[in-house]
C-alpha cells in the first residue's frame, strides 16, 4: 500500500508573506496561518488557534505574494515536509506544508474584500480564467454577433441549458 501525504487547511495568516529566491534564482514564499478548532471545556465550547507554516515554490509564490497580507483567508492543498538540520550540535527538526494549491477565499482581517479575482471571489493561482491577459485574449476572439446571441433572452442564460 503507498503512504498518503495529504493536507486540506483553510485558515488565516498570522504575518505578511515573505519572498525570498534560492542561490539557484527559484521563488520561495512563506507565512503562516492560523487555524481555529472548536473544542469542549468543561461545559463550553472554545476555540483553539493552531498554527501552520506554509511554504509555496516557484512562480505560484512570485505570483501570489502580493495578496498573501496578514489577516486573509485562505485555503491550502498540500502535502507535509519535515526539514531537519543541526544546530549548536543538536538535530532540530520543523514540519512545513508545501502547497500545491492555494486559494484566496474572502477579505483581509477587516472582513472587507481584498486582491484575489474580481471583488474578493475566490481566486486558485493557475485557473487561467483569472489572467487578465487571458480574458483580453478571449474577448477579441469572440464575435460580437456570438455575445449578442448569448445575452438576447435578456436574462444572460441560454434557453438550451439542462436545468
Known amino acids: 500500500m503507498a503512504d498518503i501525504n495529504h493536507v486540506v487547511l ?13 542561490a539557484n534564482g527559484q521563488a520561495v514564499c512563506k507565512f503562516s ?3 481555529n478548532r472548536r473544542k469542549k471545556s468543561g461545559e463550553q465550547w472554545v476555540e483553539e488557534a493552531n498554527f501552520f507554516d506554509i511554504v509555496v515554490w516557484g512562480r505560484q509564490g ?3 505574494n502580493q495578496y498573501l497580507v496578514k489577516g486573509k483567508l485562505i485555503g491550502v492543498d498540500g502535502e ?3 526539514d531537519r538540520w543541526e544546530q549548536d550540535g543538536q538535530n532540530r527538526s520543523k514540519i512545513e506544508i508545501i ?8 477579505g483581509g482581517a477587516s472582513g472587507q474584500p ?8 475566490p481566486a486558485s493561482y493557475g485557473e487561467r480564467k483569472n489572467d487578465s491577459a487571458y480574458h483580453d485574449s478571449a474577448r477579441s ?13 435578456g436574462d444572460g442564460f441560454s434557453d438550451d441549458i439542462p436545468f
Open 62 to 64: 512570485e505570483a501570489l
Open 99 to 106: 502547497a500545491n494549491n492555494l486559494q484566496l477565499l474572502g
Open 141 to 153: 476572439t469572440h464575435s460580437s454577433s456570438e455575445e449578442q446571441s448569448f445575452s438576447s433572452s
Open 33 to 35: 496561518i492560523a487555524v
Open 80 to 82: 507535509l515536509r519535515q
Open 114 to 121: 481584498t486582491g484575489g479575482a474580481a471583488g474578493g471571489m
Open 10 to 22: 483553510v485558515g488565516r495568516l498570522t504575518r505578511d508573506a515573505e519572498l525570498k529566491y534560492t
